[in-house]
Each structure stands twice: as C-alpha cells, then as structure tokens.
C-alpha cells in the first residue's frame, strides 16, 4: 500500500497534503466525542423503546382511544429524539451550542412549513379533533355532502362509510373548519310526516285516531317524548296534520319507524273511516264545450239537459 500511495502522497501539493493532514488529526482527535454522541443517540433509542413499550399500555387503561394514544406517542417520540439530537450535537461538536442548533432548526422549519402547509393543518386538526372529541367511531355525521357513520379517525383524515356503502376519505380540516351535524349525538331523535284528512272530517276525531296509531308501533318512543299531532294548514283538499315522534337516532331507525307509522295510520283512518282524499280539482271554462253523447254532438247544454 505505501509502494502505491507514497508517490501519490508525495506528489500532492504542500498546501493540499497539509490540509488533509489537518483534516485526519481533526478527526482522531473528534473519534471520541462521536463516539460518545452515537452513544447517546443508541441509549436515546433503547429510551423510547421502553416508553412505547410502557406509556400505550398506561393510557389505554385509561380508556384513552386508540388514534389518541398514537397521537401522543408519536408526539413523544419526536420530541424525545429532537432532544436527543441536539444533545448529541452539542456533544460531538461543542462549538455548536444548542441555540444555534434551535436557529437553524426554526428557519430550516419555516421552509418546511410552507412547503407542507396542508399537510400541517390537517395533523393539527387530527390532534385537536381527537382531544375534543367532537363526534367519534360509529357516530352518524354529516358535513359539507358528506353524511355516513363514522369507520376510522386518522392523523390526517377521517373515514366516513355513507349509507350507499362508499366510503369518504375526507381531510381532518374540512371537519374542524365547518359545522357538523351529529345525528347520532343522543340515541334518539325525532321525525315528522305530514297527514290529511278530508275537510268532511271531524278534526279532533281524526288527531285521535291518528295519534293512537302512532303510539301503537313499537319503534316510536314515547317514552321519551310523547307523540305530537298539530292541525298544520287548509291545504288545497286536506287539513294537513304534522305528525311527530321520537325513534332511534340511526337513519335506518328512522326510515323502518316512518314505514312503520304511515302504514298504521292508513290502516287507522280506514279502519274509522276517516277519509284520506285525493286532490281535488275544479275546471271552469270560458265558453260552453260541446256535449257528445252516442256520437252525435250538441251545442246546447239546456237540450242535453231535458233529454
């Protein structure tokens, strides 16, 4: 080896071969600060190894939900390794003092701020979401057109399966930044249908009937809310009843309850013999139609009339 790189060496320029002479007496001289910092960097490691072998288990005995916990540790983790390597930094070079090492670190994160600016927002809103708890897994939501139950809520976004059966991915910022409607907040909820009854008919005998025929299904909720039926309008053949109840909060509640209600109270009204009537119309003309009757046509009404 030195038969090769003796020649070379010695043919290299004075201030070249000085200046890499510099450079390994620098480096033996830094060995064992590096060594001591890929030291700390390996116990900084087996350190957080420990800790998300012990903190998950800690937190989930508190009912801490899962997304939660891995929101935490991973806020942990980076926090933990941050420090750890400013610290090892510091130790390998220790003319780099941690201020200057948070300098650099601040404008180098500002770059990268604006640069994944989206990405940023929706973490934050992710965290946030999870720490208030606005709605969570299961929970039947509806936001900006988007409205389903609730499969999975992620750093970044949420997965909401709609009753169709596709499923939304949808950024954690849509759901911090506009309203959303929480449909499953309670387990009930309430629902209206509107019903007519003939202007014939005897107003409060039809609420009557109306009413019992409501309470008699058994996925209207009385309990928590007696049924509710107010006369609503004259309408163009029919006085319009507003028909409310309470029921289970989930659209599928919803929709078996409302079948479950017209159909008893269509068996009721006919049952009573309460009508239920169709439109009615009435058409006035200008002039007098022609009548035919048994192919032949009149044009006076007065002689159809006498026949």
């Known amino acids: 080896m030195s038969e090769i790189f003796g020649p070379l060496w010695a043919s290299l320029p004075d201030p070249l071969r000085n200046q890499l002479e510099g450079y390994a007496t620098g480096f033996w001289a830094l060995l064992p600060q590096l060594i001591l910092a890929l030291l700390f960097i390996i116990f900084i490691w087996a350190l957080i190894k420990v800790l998300k072998w012990i903190l998950p288990r800690s937190l989930r005995r508190a009912r801490m939900r899962r997304a939660l916990v891995d929101v935490i540790m991973m806020l942990i983790t980076v926090g933990i390794w941050l420090f750890g390597v400013l610290i090892a930094v510091t130790i390998a070079f220790p003319t780099i003092t941690p201020g200057k090492a948070l300098t650099a670190l601040g404008v180098g994160g500002v770059a990268i701020?604006?640069?994944?600016?989206?990405?940023?927002?929706?973490?934050?809103?992710?965290?946030?979401?999870?720490?208030?708890?606005?709605?969570?897994?299961?929970?039947?939501?509806?936001?900006?057109?988007?409205?389903?139950?609730?499969?999975?809520?992620?750093?970044?976004?949420?997965?909401?399966?709609?009753?169709?059966?596709?499923?939304?991915?949808?950024?954690?910022?849509?759901?911090?930044?506009n309203p959303v409607t929480i449909r499953t907040a309670r387990d009930v909820r309430r629902t209206t249908i509107i019903c007519g009854v003939a202007y014939s008919e005897d107003v409060d005998a039809a609420r009557e009937v109306i009413a019992n025929a409501v309470r008699s299904v058994d996925a209207v909720r009385d309990d928590v809310r007696d049924v509710e039926i107010f006369a609503q309008e004259f309408a163009d053949s029919a006085i319009n009843f507003e028909v409310t109840w309470w029921t289970g909060s989930r659209p599928i509640d919803i929709r078996s309850s409302r079948d479950k209600v017209v159909a008893a109270v269509k068996r009721a009204l006919d049952d009573a013999g309460i009508e239920i009537p169709f439109p009615y119309r009435t058409l006035t003309f200008k002039e007098p139609l022609p009548l035919t009757r048994g192919g032949t046509e009149s044009k006076d009404p007065d002689a159809d009339a006498a026949e």
């Not at 992710?126 to 499969?151: A, H």
């Not at 809520?153 to 759901?175: K, S």
């Open 113 to 177: 701020g604006f640069a994944f600016k989206d990405v940023f927002e929706n973490f934050l809103a992710g965290v946030l979401l999870l720490l208030r708890e606005p709605f969570s897994i299961d929970d039947y939501i509806d936001c900006e057109d988007i409205e389903g139950q609730v499969e999975e809520i992620t750093i970044r976004d949420t997965h909401v399966r709609q009753t169709d059966g596709q499923l939304v991915v949808a950024p954690n910022a849509m759901f911090f930044k």
